[in-house]
């Protein structure tokens, strides 16, 4: 594709445009796109037509967050397409069943650069053995039972990528793959991305276990609000398997590309603060801290005083009577596990961010390794230690 790519001829869905936009995207990088590209892609998506179509609306708004002046975390991981995604009629899939699709596609991008390309298309693959412990990490997410299959030599992988779980043959699945935007050329931006978007799912899916917990509580049923919350607590559990993955991510790569990501930072993660204050209103320090101004929209519904938590509900529960104290005791260990696995999982994190980072700066505008140091000091549910002391 060439700047002067006639996006006047695209009618329709508009997928054939997105996705001839993504191969320059893959070939230059979004921070390297031509201007007169971006204000012909501009003048597409003022048209008429164009804003017809939540998907090309969508699309475009992550392709020119830059050229808008509008560029974060959410338009780097593409998050308002992958959402159209998710809300697609006809089988869509569901936030960990996504969750699980984008990484067995890391693993088919993995294995179509080694095995069908040789690494000779690509900005420098990793070597063989970065290469089979990233295949074997993502396999064990997506695809365990195909694990195995993954032998020590490419040649052993070609049945691998035609036997992984792919997107639903629908609309809305088609335009899962135009939701890789990096903004520079090197080979791992791609399952960089590919991972923090797997990170936004699992947390939309255990903010939304947290949410049933609290709609059990409130019908009165702690057992029914326990098997929620453990539902939540495992999901952390392949929320910190992805942590193996990105470990074997090259430091130098890192370095590269993260240069033109300032201004998109995980800090912006809606859904893991949602996932937070679902769990419990946050203490004022915290709600005042950079990672509750970088989500706006989170910290108001924070602050709403009408606002359900799970702490809430816990606690107006506990004060009325005739609930089975073995139901208590349910939910009570359902709790503590969530409050584990939610501090090893920050733990985990610090440790990477520490190895990747080093002294430098977080790409959110924050100190980096010391302000994750800070989050290690923050608990979901202080009060319902308050309330018990």
Aim: aromatic share 8%.
């Amino acid at each position: 594709m060439t700047t002067h790519c006639p996006t006047h001829r695209f009618t329709g869905d508009g997928i054939h445009l997105a996705q001839r936009v993504t191969e320059e995207v893959r070939r230059t990088g979004k921070h390297f796109l031509q201007q007169p590209l971006l204000e012909r892609l501009g003048a597409f998506r003022a048209c008429p037509s164009t804003s017809g179509s939540p998907f090309v609306r969508a699309f475009l708004d992550c392709v020119l967050d830059k050229h808008d002046g509008v560029y974060g975390n959410r338009t780097y991981l593409a998050l308002p397409v992958l959402e159209l995604v998710l809300e697609g009629a006809g089988g869509a899939p569901d936030p960990d069943r996504l969750a699980t699709l984008l990484i067995a596609d890391v693993a088919r991008f993995e294995i179509t650069t080694a095995v069908v390309s040789g690494g000779r298309s690509d900005r420098d693959p990793p070597d063989p053995a970065v290469l089979r412990k990233r295949l074997r990490h993502a396999l064990r997410f997506a695809a365990p039972d195909l694990a195995d299959a993954a032998g020590p030599s490419p040649a052993q992988w070609s049945g691998i990528a035609d036997a992984l779980p792919r997107p639903p043959a629908t609309e809305a699945g088609r335009w899962f793959d135009v939701t890789v935007q990096p903004v520079y050329v090197l080979h791992d931006e791609y399952f960089f991305i590919r991972v923090l978007q797997t990170h936004e799912m699992l947390f939309t899916a255990i903010a939304g276990e947290v949410r049933s917990a609290v709609g059990a509580l409130r019908d009165g049923r702690p057992a029914g609000a326990a098997e929620h919350v453990d539902r939540a607590a495992g999901l952390f559990g392949r929320a910190s398997a992805l942590f193996r993955l990105v470990a074997t991510m090259r430091p130098g790569h890192f370095s590269s590309f993260r240069r033109f990501t300032q201004g998109a930072s995980a800090i912006q993660s809606e859904q893991y603060k949602r996932f937070e204050v679902l769990c419990g209103t946050p203490p004022a320090a915290r709600l005042a801290s950079p990672a509750f101004a970088d989500v706006p929209a989170v910290r108001a519904e924070a602050e709403d005083a009408d606002r359900d938590t799970l702490t809430r509900a816990y606690l107006d529960l506990r004060r009325s009577s005739g609930i089975d104290p073995r139901e208590w005791g349910l939910l009570h260990g359902a709790v503590g596990r969530l409050e584990d696995r939610h501090q090893r999982w920050k733990a985990t994190h610090r440790s990477l961010a520490a190895r990747m980072l080093g002294n430098a700066g977080g790409s959110g505008h924050t100190d980096g390794v010391p302000c994750l140091d800070g989050c290690l000091r923050n608990r979901l549910f202080w009060q319902l230690d308050q309330a018990a002391a």
